[in-house]
């Protein structure tokens, strides 16, 4: 073959490839028994206990699929049954009663039974095998089966949240055989009582899930289920636009303009459980002042974040819970008033002559746009005369940096937001404005303000201490009504979850814990 | 050549145990709490000071070096926070997606880099250099994501040809090569260019010419040899950057490979992790920079001995 000869067969060979080559979009849409999830995060670990699902939230989402819990939440976060028909807390919330159906069964056909479920309890109980998520188990005193069908759970002391920790991710419940045969391989092999069942694993890249047969509650909309991580977003909505993937997570919000021309695109989203703002460090003496913390409140426009950095894929809380927490109620919106907020300062003795001078922190890379919204509100600030330094920190070593016994703090404003993981209301606030044991130590939870109100301590505990919905949900309402007008915080917004999926895929749920949820969702 | 190899290979432990200690003092002074990320955000500073005391983070740091030191021995990285046990098997598992993107990188590289030089050095300052030349520093300018995504936008989104993400068979290795490999084709051919200008100018090409060799045999027979010690030098040296540039290629493409791995271990704070994953990388480098060496030898035996 002479020179020519070659490069007219590349050349031939070249053309017929692309001409005749399929095209990827056309093989993406054959075959639509199977759903296809690309994730921001990497599915890694699959044990509720030893750590519980890494990482977070991709985890949990695939774990939803291959675990049914005693409890579980609907796409509103309401909690509902799953493998316990019902489950009843005594009146003095000391202890609960399960009654599980009787037809469900582990994907290695062992029963669901109540010895199954004291096994798993006893383990996400054990400090050593279950070493995170200890505020939803420490309650549990002890775990009883009165019969095969019956599972009677005791608590240390009464504690409302139990069907809360029932329904979240972490109390997904294991095959008994296959935590027998050992427990160090659940999180590579998992066995569960879910519509799903695993087909294939590698972690970090890829999970296939089929459907499992014999599940109690009929046949999941899907044969297949795959997870892929694909942590770039551009990637992701590639995947998504070509049709390699039906389902993505975590779309950026600046994007999803440009997603919104695609016609074979769809947007979801759902306000998230997490209100982002600043802790206020309440030792300081400026900051004990509540006309100062106003007049903070008062200077900064939300609305004007709301718009401009989430592309109104964010709204301004009116409660220091979010919209969807179980026991939110609407206490009174934030309001911008620049020259009240001036009025306020002057009367707390500051001016241009002695302006109130603040450190503030923010993290980089840890909340949506944390940075641009630091400089907003820090520009706000200064605008209504107070003097602020902000120091950006690295995400890595923001807890260290806030988080530190009252000697060590070094900021006056630090930008901070609570997941519920759970979704409980009560959880949330006690989490963050119930009182530490000792102010001069680190928080106990996240009360890294250090507020302190024993009107709040005595309505929380009120709240656990009652098995009336009704009249828990009234002393949360007080609750939170209490800490609004405190002001700890600077209130700024609560974020949107924004997932995306091709036109025709039904049942995706984004829920405000930022999951999002393809157990009943087809392609 | 036995004994040069075994002089390389035997300096390669005490460099890696250098190596160790500087990664470990450095894992050690990096902020994040290890105990506190494993606990989780909602524990409390009793959970976490548990955590720390089961890990044996609590021991004096010579203690912990010298536990970390016996750990590598075994193969044992230390526990991952991601993984929730030692993460050597999930690395490990990773290393062929990285490799075979690196050798068809290196590939490409060579395959392409080096005739474009050559062809530039053989046309010099007429059209066929112009052109290469031109095309060198679009390359060198273009950043590999950037250009990655571009090829996705074309290639994927567009025209529906290869597939944007994964590694899912022989058509999904073009992207991230071509990503990955521009760069270096770039620098392959600058370089090679150069060298080859360079050599055509000295006497012994002029006497080559002289007895009556054509200009082509002159090149291929003696002007590219002579000029292959210096071309080797920059393939082997940025051989081992790929290895950075594998990091920011797998991310966007999701490739299985090791580089993704370490950004998600950097996500997530797993410093066990990344720790492992950065040691792999130092190994590797180490290796192919002996490769390196080992082909000077091959190139010129003189070397041997010097």
């Known amino acids: 073959m002479n020179r020519r000869e070659v490069f007219t067969t590349i050349g031939t060979v070249a053309a017929a490839g692309v001409a005749l080559h399929p095209d990827i979009r056309a ?62 807390m005594a009146p003095d919330l000391m202890s609960a009663t399960v009654k599980l159906r009787g037809n469900a069964k582990f994907h290695d056909g062992t029963p669901v039974n109540a010895a199954a479920v004291k096994i798993n309890l006893e383990r996400l109980m054990d400090k050593a095998r279950n070493p995170t998520n200890r505020p939803l188990w420490d309650p549990l005193a002890s775990v009883e089966t009165p019969d095969e069908r019956t ?68 046949a999941p909309a899907s044969k297949r289920l795959v997870f892929k991580t694909i942590s770039e977003a551009a990637t992701r909505i590639s995947a998504l636009r070509t049709g390699a993937v039906d389902v993505i997570d975590n779309v950026p919000v600046a994007l999803v303009s440009q997603l919104k021309q695609d016609p074979a695109i769809e947007i979801l989203s759902s306000p998230g459980l997490r209100p982002i703002g600043f802790a206020l460090n309440l030792t300081r003496a400026p900051l004990k002042d509540a006309k100062v913390r106003q007049a903070l409140n008062l200077a900064v426009p939300v609305k004007t974040i709301a718009e401009r950095v989430f592309f109104n894929f964010a709204k301004a809380p009116d409660s220091p819970l979010a919209f969807n927490t179980v026991g939110y109620k609407s206490v009174s919106p934030l309001t911008y008033d620049p020259a009240k907020a001036r009025a306020l300062l002057a009367e707390a003795g500051y001016d241009a002559q002695k302006p109130l001078t603040l450190k503030l922190f923010t993290p980089q890379g840890l909340f949506p746009g944390d940075v641009s919204v630091a400089e907003i509100v820090a520009n706000a600030l200064q605008q209504a005369g107070v003097k602020v330094e902000i120091t950006k920190i690295e995400a890595a070593s923001y807890w260290d940096a806030v988080r530190q016994d009252a000697a060590n703090v070094k900021w006056d404003l630090a930008m901070f937001g609570f997941n519920p993981s759970n979704a409980s209301g009560l959880y949330h606030l006690a989490s963050l404005f119930k009182s530490n044991a000792d102010d001069a130590g680190k928080p106990d939870v996240w009360n890294m303000a250090r507020y302190r109100n024993p009107e709040v301590d005595a309505l929380l505990k009120e709240a656990d201490s009652t098995a009336d919905q009704a009249a828990q949900n009234a002393a949360l309402g007080k609750a939170q009504e209490l800490i609004w007008r405190d002001n700890p915080y600077i209130w700024l917004q609560i974020n949107e979850n924004v997932s995306a999926v091709r036109k025709g895929v039904a049942g995706v749920e984004v829920w405000p814990i930022v999951f999002t949820v393809v157990r009943r969702a087809r392609a | 050549m036995l004994r040069f190899l075994a002089i390389r290979l035997a300096l390669i432990p005490p460099v890696a145990l250098g190596v160790i200690t500087i990664l470990f003092v450095i894992f050690k002074s990096v902020p994040g709490d290890q105990a506190a990320i494993i606990a989780g955000a909602t524990a409390t500073q009793a959970e976490i000071e548990q955590i720390r005391t089961q890990l044996g983070l609590d021991k004096p740091l ?161 002007v590219l040899r002579n000029a292959m010690i210096p071309i080797v030098t920059v393939i082997g040296l940025q051989a081992g950057f790929l290895l950075g540039g594998s990091v920011v290629v797998e991310r966007l493409f999701a490739w299985p490979g090791v580089g993704d791995l370490l950004l ?16 792999l990388f130092v190994v590797g480098f180490l290796l192919i920079n002996l490769a390196v060496e080992i082909l000077y030898v091959v190139i010129n035996p003189r070397l041997c001995h010097g």
């Open chain 1, 27 to 88: 093989l993406a849409q054959a075959g639509k028994e199977t759903l296809t999830f690309g994730q921001s995060t990497a599915v890694l670990t699959l044990d509720p206990a030893q750590g519980s699902f890494t990482g977070y939230p991709a985890g949990y989402e695939a774990a939803l699929c291959i675990y049914d819990r005693l409890l579980d939440f609907d796409a509103n976060m309401k909690i509902v049954p799953q493998l316990a028909e019902s489950a009843a």
């Open chain 1, 151 to 218: 599972v009677v759970i005791k608590l240390k002391a009464p504690f409302s949240q139990l069907p809360n920790s029932l329904a979240h991710g972490s109390g997904s419940i294991v095959s008994p055989a296959a935590l027998q045969a050992g427990e160090g391989n659940i999180a590579k092999n998992p066995v569960g009582a879910g519509p799903y069942k695993v087909a294939s694993f590698s972690p970090g890249q890829e999970l296939v899930l089929e459907a499992f047969d014999g599940y109690w509650n009929g």
């Open chain 2, 62 to 222: 010579v203690e912990q070096y010298a536990r970390h030191l016996a750990g590598l021995a075994t193969g044992d990285l230390g526990y991952s926070s991601t993984f929730r046990a030692n993460p050597l098997p999930r690395i490990l598992e990773r290393v062929p997606a990285t490799l075979l993107l690196m050798a068809s990188s290196i590939l490409v590289m060579v395959l392409i880099g080096l005739p474009a030089g050559v062809a530039a050095a053989a046309w010099q300052n007429r059209w066929p250099d112009l052109a290469i030349s031109s095309a060198v520093v679009a390359l060198l300018a273009a950043p590999n994501f950037w250009l990655g995504m571009m090829l996705i936008a074309l290639l994927s989104v567009h025209l529906g040809w290869l597939p944007s993400f994964g590694f899912t068979g022989a058509l999904s290795l073009i992207m991230p090569t071509m990503a990955l490999s521009a760069r270096l084709i770039a620098l392959v051919a600058r370089m090679t260019r150069g060298v080859v200008i360079e050599e055509m100018r000295k006497d012994y090409v002029r006497t080559a010419l002289a007895k009556g060799l054509d200009r082509r045999a002159a090149l291929s027979r003696h």
């Open chain 2, 264 to 279: 998600t271990g950097v996500s997530v704070r797993d410093y066990n992790l990344v720790q492992g994953v950065t040691l």
